[in-house]
């Protein structure tokens, strides 16, 4: 299933539906909604702890949906420090006094049960699951990496969607390798064959595709951080904990 | 949890854990990486360059650097001028961003450590190991000839200057055996020229001592470059790694040297990965018949996949190519010379009884072998049982007469490939008629590995004729083609070429022990007799495959097929499909790729009742191949009881 997401304008860099935007407001409803658009873009971290505190699949996605009613129900954000936090800490913070409550968790996994409230598409997140199973690797890591992967995802997403929508899919979907400057993307002239073009246009194609992810990476963090101002460092941060050894403590 | 996948999950390039929800094997470290350090400026450049532009005005020491050599994913080589000896030199150094990590501080200091430690005609001289302002750095002999990448083009054909070059480097690997240093990351690249032509092993950055343990053994199976990694690197710890490791690597610069391309080439690094550990590189001759056939008898040698297969040291490796350079001296020796040797009676008369006394002793221990050996060496191995092939119609077992023509046209045209045998259309039908079995255990009955379907909807010479060739143990569609009845001509030469090509490779099966294969095949006949003790026991008996090799991905989807079957039939549903989820995951952490475990994942969820995530999950089965495994044997379903 792949469930629509609400994805940030990429342009400009400090999008409207912000996590720096729940913190100023607290109380108005805008704020309500941002957030509640923020955690369904953000549940595979949540969904993926669960699951390693051993919980069936099931569970899981039923008490990450509890989890999600709960902090937007209680308006727990609005009793966020707005000095101190990004939405990850904020949401790391949360997950951990709840799951450390039982009484509430029992009761969230009630309400979960029977809610549809944050479309999960499990699949996706099952399948890489494992893939971080490493022992001895801290619960907030393990968080933190999924976190890193679901902030580069969203902003791949919100990538393709915008080329989409500019009816340019298959150039989007030729030159991603493209991105990654450590995989073997195929050769300019290979690409420029296969989208029916000079391989002059290609590179450009290729600069314009890598300037726009960089864009897309830090539109999509700017919704995760309080200000501006911390974009890049949090860039730096999710960077350094999926590091094989990360020589950096958890923030 | 499976935690013993290093390797074909990471990334090469960065070691990190890979995402398989990130589409085109992108690593998401890396894309976060290349958003942190290389924003284009305005006027064009990279902040690297901009970087590097202002850190060449710098000295370091007694050292003035004057421009950049080369960067790699740890440092930065630069060409420098020695004030005090009036020289010009490279000096190495962390790039910036590395040098914030104590690991890579580390490794780098113990590789300077260790090729100051090293003094060999074959190994680049380091002079000076030094630190500047907190910068560690080593200085060493400048190469001016570039590397031997830049060389391959050039040394094609030019195959006695191959086997000199690549006996010199074995010599120095092997020097550095004798000091317990492994290089682990031997590569065209790292063999660097200087002024005279002399080629200089270099780069010892990811170098360690043999069977000593290291603080830094977190990343140690992750390392090295992909194309030239021996398949033990992927899987083994690297204290546990030999000499045969960079054997390994010396096997694959010959290959490059002689074909012009790596054994893996032209592939993504997940895929690369992938094929060191399970298939066999195209042989050498196939690529230019020219090479030497000794050459390719050596190079081969050196990347067998187990350790032990391949030349015990460098220096054997080093030995036999300077024996096959002898060979091929004397072979251009003259004409007289070899009709002297050829004439000389006594020599041939003590090879013809040389010969026959070895021929007698094969013969005798042969029969030796037999006699106590003789149930394990008459056992079919389940790897070349796989190497048969069936042409079917599709409607089993009363085709149309048109569907039965087109059968055995295809049958027909199929006869004589190469390693491949193709069953008789008779002998097929008549087991098809004699047993109501589905389709699925008729084909296992027959050991087969792969059958090509036929399927003709109506009757006539101008109806649409349908092929599939699948690949029965992977559930994978090898082939597929469409054709008018009466033109089936270039259709099966089509399939033809296409299954041989799918030959050459080996599957991916092909280094799981034989014992875990035949204890996943027996776990496959009992799963489809859909009775509680059979499942019983091919639960046990996927299993058992699994202890055998715990990295079987196909026992692991297996094993979840049951476990499904399980669920549906006997009770304890959500139980027991929990435990096929869990298990398809395992398989697919192992193999991503592998469509019956999306397969099997997928007919979990349907299960489960999550009706929607197993028609995605159905659907990526399908983009990877996946020919539903059970098609043939179990509940049909098809895309459409998804949509509910």
């Known amino acids: 299933m792949r469930h629509q997401r609400d994805h940030p304008p990429i342009n400009p860099r400090f999008p409207d539906t912000s996590w720096g935007l729940v913190l100023a407001t607290r109380v108005d409803a805008n704020a309500g909604n941002a957030l509640a658009i923020l955690c369904r873009r953000y549940w595979p971290p949540v969904y993926a702890s669960l699951r390693r505190q051993g919980l069936p699949p099931a569970d899981a996605e039923d008490l990450t949906q509890g989890f999600f009613l709960h902090l937007i129900e209680r308006g727990i954000a609005a009793r ?124 450009v194609a290729v600069h314009r595709l890598r300037k726009r992810f960089r864009e897309a990476l830090r539109g999509e963090i700017g919704c995760t951080v309080a200000t501006a101002g911390e974009i890049e460092d949090e860039l730096a941060y999710l960077r350094n904990v999926l590091a094989v050894s990360p020589t950096i403590e958890p923030t | 949890m499976n935690t013993t996948r290093a390797g074909s999950l990471r990334c090469p390039s960065c070691g990190s854990l890979r995402d398989p929800s990130l589409p ?129 083009p050039g ?120 094929q060191i550990a399970t298939r066999r590189p195209i042989a050498p001759r196939r690529i230019d018949a020219r090479i030497p056939g000794e050459l390719e008898t050596i190079c081969l040698r050196c990347l067998e996949k187990r350790p032990g297969d391949r030349y015990p040291s460098a220096a054997a490796f080093a030995d036999a190519l300077e024996g096959w350079q002898r060979g091929a001296s004397s072979r251009q020796k003259s004409s007289l010379q070899r009709l002297t040797r050829r004439i000389l009676p006594s020599r041939r008369r003590v090879w013809a009884w040389s010969t026959l006394a070895l021929a007698t002793g094969c013969v005798i221990a042969a029969a030796i072998l037999l006699v106590h050996y003789r149930d394990y060496l008459l056992t079919p191995d389940p790897r070349v049982a796989t190497r048969t092939l069936a042409v079917l119609p599709a409607d089993l077992p009363n085709p149309s007469p048109t569907e039965l023509a087109a059968t055995r046209a295809i049958s027909a045209k199929l006869q004589g490939m190469r390693a491949l045998g193709v069953l008789p259309i008779e002998g097929v039908l008549r087991r098809a008629r004699q047993k109501d079995f589905p389709q699925g255990t008729l084909l296992r009955g027959m050991s087969l590995g792969a059958f090509v379907q036929v399927k003709v909807r109506s009757e ?103 476990y499904g079957q399980r669920a549906k039939r006997y009770g304890g549903a959500a139980f027991w499909n929990d435990a096929a989820i869990t298990e398809a995951g395992r398989s697919l952490s192992l193999d991503p790729r592998l469509a019956s475990a999306w397969d099997t994942l997928a007919l979990a969820y349907y299960y489960r009742g999550w009706f929607q995530r197993a028609r995605a999950t159905y659907q990526r089965a399908r983009a990877w191949g996946g020919a539903r495994r059970l098609h043939a044997r179990g509940p049909r379903l098809s895309i459409g009881s998804f949509r509910r």
């Open chain 2, 155 to 274: 040394l094609r054909g030019r195959y006695r200057d191959v086997a000199d070059l690549l006996a010199s480097i074995a010599h120095a690997v092997a020097y550095g055996h004798a000091r317990g240093v492994l290089h682990r990351d031997l590569k065209p690249s790292n063999i660097v020229i200087d002024a005279s032509g002399r080629c200089l092993l270099t780069d010892f950055g990811l170098a360690r001592r043999m069977a000593v343990e290291s603080t830094l053994t977190g990343v140690d199976a992750l390392i090295g470059t992909p194309r030239y990694v021996a398949p033990e690197v992927l899987t083994t710890a690297g204290a546990q790694l030999t000499a045969a490791a960079d054997v390994y690597g010396l096997g694959a610069i010959l290959y490059e040297l002689l074909t012009g391309r790596a054994p893996f080439a032209e592939l993504t690094p997940l895929q690369i990965l992938q």
């Open chain 2, 24 to 152: 085109d094997e992108l690593c998401a470290r890396c894309l976060l990486d290349a958003a942190l350090s290389s924003e284009t400026t305005e006027d064009g450049g990279s902040d690297d360059e901009h970087e590097t532009a202002a850190f060449a005005r710098r000295r370091i020491g007694r050292y003035s650097l004057t421009g950049e050599i080369a960067r790699g994913g740890a440092g930065i080589v630069y060409r420098a001028w020695q004030d005090d000896l009036g020289r010009e030199v490279a000096l190495k150094m962390l790039t910036q961003e590395r040098l914030e990590t104590r690991e890579a501080r580390d490794r780098f200091r113990r590789e300077a450590e260790l090729m100051a430690g090293l003094d060999h005609p074959g190994i680049l001289p380091v002079y000076e190991v030094g630190e500047h302002e907190g910068l560690p750095y080593y200085c060493m002999k400048l190469a001016e000839g570039g590397n031997l990448a830049q060389r391959i």
């Open chain 1, 80 to 203: 966020a420090d707005p000095q101190r936090g990004r939405f990850r800490s904020f949401l790391f913070g949360s997950l951990r006094r709840f799951l450390a409550d039982d009484r509430e968790r029992v009761h969230a996994l009630k309400r979960g049960g029977d809610s549809v409230w944050v479309p999960i598409d499990v699949a996706e997140t099952e399948a890489s699951l494992n893939f971080d199973a490493r022992s001895g690797v801290p619960f907030e890591l393990q968080f933190d990496r999924q976190w890193a992967r679901t902030v580069v995802k969203n902003a791949l997403d919100a990538l393709g969607t915008e080329y989409t929508g500019q009816g340019q899919t298959l150039e989007y979907e030729t030159l991603r390798p493209c991105l990654d400057p450590g995989a073997e993307a195929p050769s300019y002239a290979a690409l420029a064959r296969h989208l029916d073009r000079s391989e002059g246009a290609v590179k």
């Open chain 2, 460 to 562: 006539g010479p101008q109806s649409p004729v349908k092929i599939r060739a699948v690949d029965e143990l992977r559930s994978e569609i090898l082939w597929q083609g469409e054709a008018q009845a009466g033109n089936l001509d270039d259709l099966a030469k089509r399939l033809r070429v296409a299954l041989e090509a799918k030959r050459q490779q080996q599957p991916p099966e092909a280094n799981v022990p034989r014992a875990a294969l035949a204890a996943d095949l027996r776990g496959v006949e009992l799963v489809q007799r859909y009775e509680n003790a059979s499942n019983d026991a091919a639960i046990e008996a996927f299993q058992q495959a699994i202890a055998i090799d715990p990295k079987f991905a196909l026992a692991h989807a297996d094993l979840s097929l049951a």
